[in-house]
């Protein structure tokens, strides 16, 4: 219906202007606007100084991204002819045929070898164990924690947490241990507040912190495979990982329900809170002297083990994907084979890029480049993600929709929150033609 | 009420004049923390508690208008020492200015996107109150059949919340090759605003006595000629009113110019709140972008104050 | 459009010179429409296609016709419910608000008083910002932390944003500091205009004040503030930018933030335009009986 109905309107159009020929010598890469962007810019200036073409990083503001990128594809415009996307677009994009298979590409170039395995499977591959990959993984993330070293080393505070919970105040081991360090920290009468976290109800913000616990505490958001939801969404797991991050919502400043990256670091770098959980991506500007008076101060854990022993994080970031109806896809192709070079890889790890190259995220250099850094390499071999289906813009909005009152609001319990959530996504997924359980 | 003579009238209308300034202050106030904070540096703009006396730094305009990351490790100093006055500046605030392939600074977009603003808006807002008032003459001195339903229906186009039309509006553009031009955002603008100026011109031009142009018409006027030299005159006020109208709506609209443009034709309102460095949201050019991007508008405004006033009563006042 | 053609004015005289008062009509009335029509119905018609349809913009999967389902599903959601009833509280409060605020500044203003030029144009200010920036800031101007007005007006640390009974609230207060002047500038358009005889002949009379005000102003300045209200409560209606940015509380979750979900976050193209007709509907109603009344107060 609706390609007869461009067509009616492509007859009656009352200015026939034909679009411009394409121009070989230039490449437009669509990002969010953020500091990585800023860093991919500098990296193609290089690209321009060695071939000659000139690329352009163009940004949208965060929470409109998405609707930018996809009004775009669902239009199959040829403004840009790449796009650095969230991993939870793979879905759409691929199947809705806006991105180029990039299977050949990745064979080509043993990015399966080159890249970090959990990379390749959340930023690359759909479905999950297809085999089939649509993307170079560009920008590495994933969710960790930034703290208060001098808080934690002050000999009177160790002594006295000491005396409360019984075991030595350092980083910690578990996720418990997390929890009882913000309840120590958490002195609203001193402006003091134990830790920060992602509460806005709005993009993934809530959710991506929820998800974080989940996946530590050993829950998982369903089967990504069978579609398999009851029974795993709700578990015993996910409901003690939801109730706990209610728990550390509690400790956070006041007013705090309305919290996202640059809310976590301006707690942070205000000197709020004693932890503050954020993606490594944000974590630059918490070193950073100019922006954060605490900066020498501030040490950094990747996300800690939960009670039953599981060990996973949220994952963030970004791959690269080819647009379909760009009319520069010879030139695109050849800038990806130039930006999986190790070398180029390198540079873009110099310039402040979170590479995917598992060599160079291994190396010594890397680890030691930052006081985060070590974090993040530990962090990026155990990660997990959203759902990537076409249809997790709404299994993400209702997650948050019913996550949001309970953990902010302290409506209802965490057990009837996930099994109501349970219950929608299975009908989510069920009208969208999966055989969900 | 507007006769002031006794005692207690004077003291009135000082009261009056009291009430009126602390009022203006009040309202004023939200915008003199924007200005503040435009002159800020950026860990002032969010301390606890908030900063309100502060040595102020035009760090904020000059990072407004060139294009940074992150530092992520400490400048050479004999960098530091042969950089001009506003590149120290940038390197104090924790970052570096992004340079092209031949080594020269960045400019951001902002410069660009208010040019484009300006283009965009005073365009649209031309042609919708030529348009507006041609039309509210046709509505308010002939015979329309359906003229009600039809001024209703001017009027519904404002009902509907407009991201809704966005997705056929971005098809429609796209199929023509209107998307990412100045002139698709400006024939966008002037439909926006063109039912407002249809109202506010008709309620105008219905007050401006008839006897006028039959006298002219008398006098061997043809009708044109009678509208551009006795009725435009007579309704200059309201133009300048209906003008103001649609230029601020014009000049702030955001989801259009954000869906619909790109690079080449976009304007500055999605790139103002866009300013979003490593984690932290740098309120400090967002407030510089705010303020710059008000003058122009201020400006006008105030230029057509004393219209403003008369201006704005579409006609719904009895003589 | 031809059917639009009448008879001719009987006032014509001029129609031998020049073109005739007929075309003159044509020429200036009929481009708008056409034009409004190329840019609104059009759309329109081709948001009402996708009613119907379980049409996703984001896929290309086979559109399929699925009748009044899309329309059925809206209604049956609590959640629309909620937001609707969340809406309609929130355009009472933020109108009433603005028409109390702009129609008292109005009442101080209409006086002889120096700089009025100038102090019209500063009071305007707010209503010449982006909503996006104004959401931005009165985010920050709130945050319990951070923000300057717990702090300048001694409130401790309020949660004006995340707090569920204070979130709409505070919406609203930012969505009439910006358009209070809106109906501010009506008014005094209004109030200017009345003949000054009329308060003389009152003031002979020994009419009191009160009296002078509900007697002889607000009758007349009555069918301006019905017009500052047609378009204050389409806007509100509208509302979505500045809820969109400052807050995530579902309970100042506004009918347009939904919509916008719906069609841009979940791409449901389909019920998000059934959702917009039902929207469209409402305010079509709503404005209905605001310009029957308009007519009727212009009349007396």
């Given at each position: 219906?609706?390609?007869?109905?461009?067509?009616?309107?492509?007859?009656v159009?009352?200015?026939?202007?034909?679009?411009?020929?394409?121009?070989?010598?230039?490449?437009?890469?669509?990002?969010?606007?953020?500091?990585?962007?800023?860093?991919?810019?500098?990296?193609?200036?290089?690209?321009?100084?060695?071939?000659?073409?000139?690329?352009?990083?163009?940004?949208?503001?965060?929470?409109?991204?998405?609707?930018?990128?996809?009004?775009?594809?669902?239009?199959?415009g040829?403004?840009?002819?790449?796009?650095?996307?969230?991993?939870?677009?793979?879905?759409?994009?691929?199947?809705?045929?806006?991105?180029?298979?990039?299977?050949?590409?990745?064979?080509?170039?043993?990015?399966?070898?080159?890249?970090?395995?959990?990379?390749?499977?959340?930023?690359?591959?759909?479905?999950?164990?297809?085999g089939?990959?649509?993307?170079?993984?560009?920008?590495?993330?994933?969710?960790?924690?930034?703290?208060?070293?001098?808080?934690?080393?002050?000999?009177?505070?160790?002594?006295?947490?000491?005396?409360?919970?019984?075991?030595?105040?350092?980083?910690?081991?578990?996720?418990?241990?997390?929890?009882?360090?913000?309840?120590?920290?958490?002195?609203?009468?001193?402006?003091?507040?134990?830790?920060?976290?992602?509460?806005?109800?709005?993009?993934?913000?809530?959710?991506?912190?929820?998800?974080?616990?989940?996946?530590?505490?050993?829950?998982?958001?369903?089967?990504?495979?069978?579609?398999?939801?009851?029974?795993?969404?709700?578990?015993?797991?996910?409901?003690?990982?939801?109730?706990?991050?209610r728990?550390?919502?509690?400790?956070?400043?006041?007013?705090?329900?309305?919290?996202?990256?640059?809310?976590?670091?301006?707690?942070?770098?205000?000197?709020?809170?004693?932890?503050?959980?954020?993606?490594?991506?944000?974590?630059?500007?918490?070193?950073n002297?100019?922006?954060?008076?605490?900066?020498?101060?501030?040490?950094?854990?990747?996300?800690?083990?939960?009670?039953?022993?599981?060990?996973?994080?949220?994952?963030?970031?970004?791959?690269?994907?080819?647009?379909?109806?760009s009319?520069?896809?010879?030139?695109?192709?050849?800038?990806?084979?130039?930006?999986?070079k190790?070398?180029?890889?390198?540079?873009?790890?110099?310039?402040?890029?979170?590479?995917?190259?598992?060599?160079?995220?291994?190396?010594?250099?890397?680890?030691?480049?930052?006081?985060?850094?070590?974090?993040?390499?530990?962090?990026?071999?155990?990660?997990?993600?959203?759902?990537?289906?076409?249809?997790?813009?709404?299994?993400?909005?209702?997650?948050?929709?019913?996550?949001?009152?309970?953990?902010?609001?302290?409506?209802?319990?965490?057990?009837?929150t996930?099994?109501?959530?349970?219950?929608?996504?299975?009908?989510?997924?069920?009208?969208?033609?999966?055989?969900?359980? | 009420?507007?006769?002031?003579?006794?005692?207690?009238?004077?003291?009135?209308?000082?009261?009056?004049?009291?009430?009126?300034?602390?009022?203006?202050?009040?309202?004023?106030?939200?915008?003199?923390?924007?200005?503040?904070?435009?002159?800020?540096?950026?860990?002032?703009?969010?301390?606890?508690?908030?900063?309100?006396?502060?040595?102020?730094?035009?760090?904020?305009?000059?990072?407004?208008?060139?294009?940074?990351?992150?530092?992520?490790?400490?400048?050479?100093?004999?960098?530091?020492?042969?950089?001009?006055?506003?590149?120290?500046?940038?390197?104090?605030?924790?970052?570096?200015?992004?340079?092209?392939?031949?080594?020269?600074?960045?400019f951001?977009?902002?410069?660009?996107?208010?040019?484009?603003?300006?283009?965009?808006?005073?365009?649209?807002?031309?042609?919708?109150?030529?348009?507006?008032?041609?039309?509210?003459?046709?509505?308010?001195?002939?015979?329309?059949?359906?003229?009600a339903?039809?001024?209703?229906?001017?009027?519904?186009?404002?009902?509907?919340?407009?991201?809704?039309?966005?997705?056929?509006?971005?098809?429609?553009?796209?199929?023509?090759?209107?998307?990412?031009?100045?002139?698709?955002?400006?024939?966008?603008?002037?439909?926006?605003?063109?039912?407002?100026?249809?109202?506010?011109?008709?309620?105008?031009?219905?007050?401006?006595?008839?006897?006028?142009e039959?006298?002219?018409?008398?006098?061997?006027?043809?009708?044109?000629?009678?509208?551009f030299?006795?009725?435009?005159?007579?309704?200059?006020?309201?133009?300048?009113?209906?003008?103001?109208?649609?230029?601020?709506?014009?000049?702030?609209?955001?989801?259009?110019?954000?869906?619909?443009?790109?690079?080449?034709?976009?304007?500055?309102?999605?790139?103002?709140?866009?300013?979003?460095?490593?984690?932290?949201?740098?309120?400090?050019?967002?407030?510089?972008?705010t303020?710059?991007?008000?003058?122009?508008?201020?400006?006008?405004?105030?230029?057509?104050?004393?219209?403003?006033?008369?201006?704005?009563?579409?006609?719904?006042?009895?003589? | 459009?031809?059917?639009?053609?009448?008879?001719?004015?009987?006032?014509?005289?001029?129609?031998?010179?020049?073109?005739?008062?007929t075309?003159?009509?044509?020429?200036?009335?009929?481009?708008?429409?056409?034009?409004?029509?190329?840019?609104?119905?059009?759309?329109?018609?081709?948001?009402?296609?996708?009613?119907?349809?379980?049409?996703?913009?984001?896929?290309?999967?086979?559109?399929?016709?699925?009748?009044?389902?899309?329309?059925?599903?809206?209604?049956?959601?609590?959640?629309?419910?909620?937001?609707?009833?969340?809406?309609?509280?929130?355009?009472?409060?933020?109108?009433?608000?603005?028409?109390?605020?702009?129609?008292?500044?109005?009442?101080?203003?209409?006086?002889?008083?120096?700089?009025?030029?100038?102090?019209?144009?500063?009071?305007?200010?707010?209503?010449?910002?982006?909503?996006?920036?104004?959401?931005?800031?009165?985010?920050?101007?709130?945050?319990?932390?951070?923000?300057?007005?717990?702090?300048?007006?001694?409130?401790?640390?309020?949660?004006?944003?995340?707090?569920?009974?204070?979130?709409?609230?505070?919406?609203?207060?930012?969505?009439?500091?910006?358009?209070?002047?809106f109906?501010?500038?009506?008014?005094?358009a209004?109030?200017?205009?009345?003949?000054?005889?009329?308060?003389?002949?009152?003031?002979?009379?020994?009419?009191?004040?009160?009296?002078?005000?509900?007697?002889?102003?607000?009758?007349?300045?009555?069918?301006?503030?019905?017009?500052?209200?047609?378009?204050?409560?389409?806007?509100?209606f509208?509302?979505?930018?500045?809820?969109?940015?400052?807050?995530?509380?579902?309970?100042a979750?506004?009918?347009?933030?939904?919509?916008?979900?719906?069609?841009?976050?979940?791409?449901?193209?389909?019920p998000?335009?059934?959702?917009?007709?039902?929207?469209l509907?409402?305010v079509?109603?709503?404005?209905?009986?605001?310009v029957?009344?308009?007519?009727k107060?212009?009349?007396?």
């Amino acid at each position: 219906m609706r390609k007869t109905m461009v067509g009616l309107l492509a007859g009656v159009s009352f200015a026939a202007i034909s679009s411009l020929a394409a121009q070989a010598q230039e490449l437009t890469i669509l990002w969010a606007e953020w500091d990585p962007a800023n860093y991919l810019q500098e990296l193609v200036n290089e690209y321009q100084a060695e071939t000659g073409v000139a690329v352009t990083v163009e940004t949208v503001p965060w929470p409109d991204f998405q609707t930018k990128l996809f009004t775009e594809l669902n239009a199959q415009g040829s403004a840009y002819d790449l796009v650095v996307g969230d991993s939870q677009f793979l879905g759409a994009a691929s199947t809705g045929g806006h991105y180029v298979d990039l299977t050949e590409f990745a064979t080509k170039h043993e990015l399966t070898k080159t890249m970090a395995p959990a990379t390749m499977a959340y930023y690359s591959e759909y479905p999950g164990g297809s085999g089939t990959y649509w993307s170079v993984p560009l920008e590495g993330d994933a969710l960790g924690w930034a703290y208060r070293k001098d808080w934690f080393e002050d000999p009177a505070e160790m002594a006295a947490f000491k005396e409360k919970f019984g075991y030595d105040l350092a980083v910690p081991a578990t996720f418990e241990q997390l929890i009882d360090i913000a309840e120590f920290f958490h002195r609203p009468d001193e402006g003091r507040y134990g830790a920060a976290i992602y509460s806005m109800n709005a993009g993934d913000a809530i959710v991506m912190g929820v998800e974080n616990s989940i996946f530590a505490y050993g829950g998982s958001l369903g089967d990504y495979n069978t579609y398999q939801v009851t029974g795993l969404l709700n578990s015993q797991a996910s409901i003690d990982a939801l109730e706990d991050y209610r728990e550390l919502f509690t400790y956070g400043p006041p007013g705090w329900g309305n919290a996202f990256f640059a809310e976590v670091n301006t707690a942070i770098a205000q000197g709020q809170v004693a932890m503050g959980m954020n993606f490594f991506a944000f974590f630059p500007a918490l070193v950073n002297e100019a922006t954060n008076p605490h900066a020498a101060n501030m040490g950094f854990f990747a996300n800690p083990p939960g009670p039953r022993g599981d060990d996973f994080a949220a994952l963030g970031g970004q791959g690269i994907s080819l647009i379909s109806y760009s009319q520069n896809q010879e030139e695109a192709m050849k800038f990806l084979e130039w930006f999986v070079k190790e070398d180029t890889q390198k540079r873009w790890a110099e310039l402040g890029g979170y590479t995917a190259n598992a060599a160079i995220l291994e190396s010594e250099e890397f680890r030691k480049a930052t006081p985060f850094n070590e974090a993040f390499f530990q962090t990026m071999f155990k990660v997990r993600d959203f759902w990537a289906l076409p249809e997790y813009a709404e299994l993400l909005t209702e997650a948050a929709d019913a996550f949001y009152p309970y953990v902010v609001n302290g409506e209802g319990d965490a057990k009837t929150t996930l099994d109501t959530l349970a219950a929608t996504w299975v009908d989510t997924l069920k009208s969208a033609g999966y055989d969900a359980k | 009420m507007a006769i002031v003579s006794t005692r207690a009238g004077r003291l009135g209308n000082r009261l009056a004049i009291a009430a009126v300034i602390l009022v203006t202050l009040i309202f004023l106030s939200p915008i003199y923390w924007i200005t503040s904070t435009a002159f800020k540096p950026l860990v002032l703009a969010t301390s606890v508690p908030p900063t309100v006396v502060f040595e102020p730094t035009i760090t904020p305009f000059v990072k407004l208008f060139t294009k940074r990351a992150q530092l992520t490790a400490p400048v050479d100093p004999a960098v530091y020492e042969a950089a001009p006055w506003w590149e120290k500046l940038i390197f104090d605030g924790g970052e570096r200015l992004s340079r092209d392939g031949n080594g020269d600074v960045v400019f951001s977009a902002y410069p660009d996107r208010f040019v484009n603003s300006l283009i965009i808006a005073v365009t649209s807002t031309l042609l919708a109150v030529s348009l507006g008032t041609i039309t509210a003459y046709g509505f308010s001195r002939f015979r329309v059949k359906g003229e009600a339903d039809l001024l209703f229906f001017i009027l519904s186009t404002r009902m509907l919340p407009p991201i809704v039309v966005a997705i056929p509006m971005f098809l429609m553009y796209r199929a023509v090759g209107l998307n990412d031009t100045h002139i698709g955002l400006i024939i966008l603008y002037t439909a926006f605003n063109v039912s407002f100026a249809v109202w506010l011109m008709k309620g105008f031009i219905d007050e401006i006595p008839k006897e006028y142009e039959e006298a002219a018409l008398v006098d061997g006027y043809t009708r044109m000629q009678a509208f551009f030299k006795i009725v435009l005159p007579e309704a200059a006020t309201g133009i300048a009113a209906t003008a103001v109208f649609c230029f601020i709506t014009a000049w702030n609209e955001y989801a259009f110019a954000l869906i619909l443009t790109n690079r080449r034709a976009q304007t500055a309102p999605p790139f103002i709140p866009s300013q979003v460095g490593t984690g932290l949201q740098d309120w400090t050019v967002i407030a510089a972008g705010t303020v710059l991007f008000l003058l122009p508008v201020a400006i006008f405004t105030f230029l057509l104050r004393n219209h403003l006033l008369r201006g704005m009563s579409f006609g719904a006042i009895r003589k | 459009m031809t059917n639009l053609i009448t008879t001719l004015d009987p006032r014509s005289r001029a129609a031998s010179r020049g073109w005739s008062d007929t075309t003159i009509r044509n020429v200036f009335v009929i481009p708008t429409v056409v034009f409004l029509i190329v840019f609104n119905v059009f759309p329109l018609l081709y948001s009402l296609g996708f009613s119907f349809t379980d049409f996703r913009a984001s896929s290309k999967a086979s559109v399929n016709f699925v009748g009044f389902k899309n329309y059925i599903d809206v209604l049956a959601d609590p959640v629309i419910w909620r937001t609707f009833s969340t809406t309609l509280w929130y355009v009472i409060v933020s109108v009433t608000g603005q028409f109390v605020v702009g129609f008292g500044l109005a009442l101080l203003l209409n006086r002889p008083l120096p700089f009025k030029g100038l102090l019209t144009t500063l009071l305007m200010l707010p209503m010449m910002l982006s909503p996006v920036v104004v959401g931005l800031f009165w985010k920050l101007i709130y945050d319990p932390s951070w923000g300057i007005l717990n702090h300048a007006l001694g409130l401790g640390r309020l949660a004006w944003l995340s707090d569920a009974n204070l979130a709409l609230y505070a919406v609203a207060i930012t969505d009439i500091w910006m358009w209070s002047p809106f109906v501010m500038l009506l008014s005094l358009a209004g109030l200017s205009a009345v003949p000054k005889h009329l308060y003389e002949a009152a003031s002979i009379d020994r009419a009191g004040k009160l009296y002078t005000f509900f007697r002889i102003t607000l009758p007349l300045v009555a069918p301006i503030l019905l017009i500052a209200v047609i378009f204050r409560t389409m806007e509100a209606f509208k509302t979505f930018d500045i809820a969109f940015v400052m807050t995530g509380q579902p309970a100042a979750e506004l009918i347009s933030s939904r919509l916008y979900k719906m069609a841009f976050q979940q791409w449901q193209t389909g019920p998000s335009s059934a959702l917009a007709y039902i929207i469209l509907i409402m305010v079509l109603c709503i404005t209905n009986i605001y310009v029957k009344y308009l007519n009727k107060a212009k009349e007396r």
